[in-house]
């Protein structure tokens, strides 16, 4: 499949997928998400790819939401497999051994604000603004905003937003622990690259290590979380990563990690 929804770069180490229907503000369709899967595919496969960046076309928006016209033309059976299927490529999108970072440069609401959270970080445009107002439409929100939502800012406030379908902006969203950081429009890009680059100093392992802790816990009641953080922690004791750090630090040099 050629990409004509969303466009993959490669920038060193790092990958940049970008959502390019500026002028439907990003919405997310059925084409937009089966080359957004495709790409995570990718990004998955080239071991040289370290880090993801997830970004919107255009000044106004990272995704306005999900493609209204489509959802309109569904049967309740079409409709619950739809849910399925953009559930499936944010949780793969969520599960990726490789950090991702949500660059939201304008509106993120409703998938939108989903595709974000099923990023690893998430820094935001003092311009973005987040929601999930499905309830306007008389549904809810289908691709894991009910699930994945209450997990980052909290049952309370994720009742409160998907109750009301308030759009709030960058600053409350950070006030809640939605997004990490909130840099000018300006800065965006920016911001995101120094990021990059720090994240693309650590070591490969451990970063992927740490994800699966963290991902990997959740299920998890937390002895089990500690065996699983343990068996981790051991396994990256082997790898020649450990012994470089350890000497580096010794050596008092930067490290040079090779991934293994």
Known sequence: MGFSQIILEKKGRAAW???NRPQQLNALGRRAMEELEEALAEVEREDQVEILVITGAGEKAFAAGADIQELAALS?????????FGQNIFQHLEGLAKPSIA?????????????????TLR?????AKFGQPEVNLGIIPGWGGTQ?????????????????????DAQEAWRIGLV????????????????TNDLLRKGPLALQGV???????????????????AKIFGRLWESVDRQEGLQAFVEKRKPDFRGR
Do not use: W, Y
């Not at 309740?76 to 399925?84: I, K, L, N, V, Y």
């Not at 840099?183 to 965006?188: C, G, T």
């Not at 994800?211 to 953080?229: F, S, V």
């Open 76 to 84: 309740p059976e079409e409709a619950e497999a739809f849910s399925r």
């Open 103 to 119: 660059a939201v440069n304008g509106l993120a609401l409703g998938a939108g604000c989903e595709l974000a959270a099923s990023c």
């Open 180 to 195: 990490h950081k909130v840099v000018s429009a300006s800065e965006l890009i920016p911001h995101v690259e120094a990021l």
């Open 148 to 168: 994945r939502l209450p997990r980052i800012i909290g049952r309370g406030r994720a009742l409160h937003l998907i109750l009301t379908g308030e759009i709030i």
């Open 17 to 19: 997928i970008t959502l």
């Open 123 to 127: 820094i935001a445009s003092d311009m």
């Open 211 to 229: 994800l699966e802790a963290i991902i990997g816990g959740e299920d998890r009641d937390q002895e089990e979380g500690m065996i699983l953080e």
